[in-house]
Nanobody
Framework: QVQLVESGGGLVQAGGSLRLSCAAS????????MGWSRQAPGKQRELVAT???????NYADSVKGRFAISRDSAKNTMYLQMNSLKPEDTAVYYC??????????WGQGTQVTVSS
């Protein structure tokens, strides 16, 4: 069983930055990828960024060049550095982990609000 706990959300003005953290407890040996998704009110959940076990990075077009995903394997923690934030980035951000055998876990989410 893996538990994911996000932190770092908050209120920021447009153009500002935030760094989200996702701490994983339990063994993550054999994971396929970790990632961040977000869901704004009235919208579907959107996959924002992923990092594979091999270190490959992928981003949604909407955040390319502004967001950076990273992972500290020693701390079992994943990060999302968000720069040049826009009001449309306002959402609840969730971290996730998916294992090669199909199991998937999600965090409880952290609110990010960007004011104009």
């Amino acid at each position: 069983q893996v538990q994911l706990v996000e932190s770092g959300g908050g209120l920021v003005q447009a153009g500002g930055s935030l760094r989200l953290s996702c701490a994983a407890s339990g063994s993550i040996f054999g994971f396929n990828y970790m990632g961040w998704s977000r869901q704004a009110p009235g919208k579907q959940r959107e996959l924002v960024a992923t990092i594979t076990r091999g270190g490959n990075l992928n981003y949604a077009d909407s955040v390319k060049g502004r967001f950076a995903i990273s992972r500290d394997s020693a701390k079992n923690t994943m990060y999302l550095q968000m720069n040049s934030l826009k009001p449309e980035d306002t959402a609840v951000y969730y971290c996730q982990i998916k294992f090669t055998w199909g199991d998937e876990y999600w965090g409880q989410g952290t609110q990010v609000t960007v004011s104009s």
